[in-house]
């Protein structure tokens, strides 16, 4: 609980006179001599790449994100009894759009933060082979345990609701598997040369919640403690999980957003690859099935895990979706292309 005389010390490096403290749990609205301003702090472990991850950004143009003062000395953050504290102006974060507009806005921005941040970096051939190799071990040992199981659910005699519901869901999750091996496969051939790799500064925790806007609508991104150095799909991928995690819909507004990015910061091919690889691929549904093989019977919660199952399935449909489409783009651009060449 933060209080005004505990925030005292954190703010006169600042030059700032608290007078009055809202303690919101993650972040403090403070009114001072200075304004209205949002306080924060964050565990040293992270606060040292945040700190540079969000220097790199402003020193190459990117100011979209929520400012972060500086110190009268020039610091991003200041230390205090062993947390790292650091102050922003406070944004009121009026919506005037849509969802989907404020969707379209998000995904606009980080096409940009991408671009700006990104840089290619040397990799190591061995690296990536024994990534591959790996990857297409453990994918073929879960297609073999789904294969496996699946008929040993067919010869039971009184199958649990359960095993009725992963033989009906069987067919969809080994083709989403296949997919996925598929594009690992032409991913892995398309990189046998390359000696670079591009990464990007992600944000980390990519969100609507994250995304504030100022009085003249203008968006930021806020929440930066877990930025890092990686591929831009870091960012992608975790959005789209929670996002499609819902009853089963068509889901066009997320192929837009994502047609929205991409023509904003421009995606190799061999990106696109692992990106729709890592997207088709049924972790979740698969790691449902093993959690429920491997409970012994007299502990199963059948309800339960039957639910579980069920809303993984649906991930995976809505997944589905997603990815035919996105393929399906990709092909009609390629055939424009081969017809105007």
Known sequence: MQTLDSLKPVLHPYGVEPFFVEDNGKVCKVYSNKGTLAVKHISPQTGVDFVRNVQTLFQRGYNRIVPIYPTMDGRYAVWHEGELYYVMPWLNNQEKEDRFEKHQKLFRELARLHTISSQDVKINKEERETHYEQLTTRWEKEQQFLDEYVEECEKTIYMSPFQYHF??????????????????????????????????????????????????????????????????????????????????????????????????FTVRNEERLLFMCYLAYPSSVIAVVEKYFHTPKRKRNELKSLKKLQRHYWLLKNTEYVVMRLDEIERKKKEAEEEEA
């Open 167 to 264: 033989c009906m869901f069987y067919k969809d999750v080994s083709q989403a598997l296949k997919f996925s091996r598929k594009k690992l496969e032409e991913w892995y051939e398309s990189t046998k040369d390359l000696e670079k790799v591009r990464t990007v500064i992600i944000h980390g925790k990519l969100s609507t919640e994250h995304f504030l806007y100022d009085d003249r609508g203008l968006g930021y991104f806020n929440n930066f403690e877990n930025s890092k150095i990686a591929s831009p799909f870091h960012d992608l991928l975790p959005f789209l999980s929670r996002t499609l995690k819902t009853y089963p819909k068509y889901y066009d507004e997320c192929v837009e957003w994502l047609e929205t990015y991409f023509q904003h």
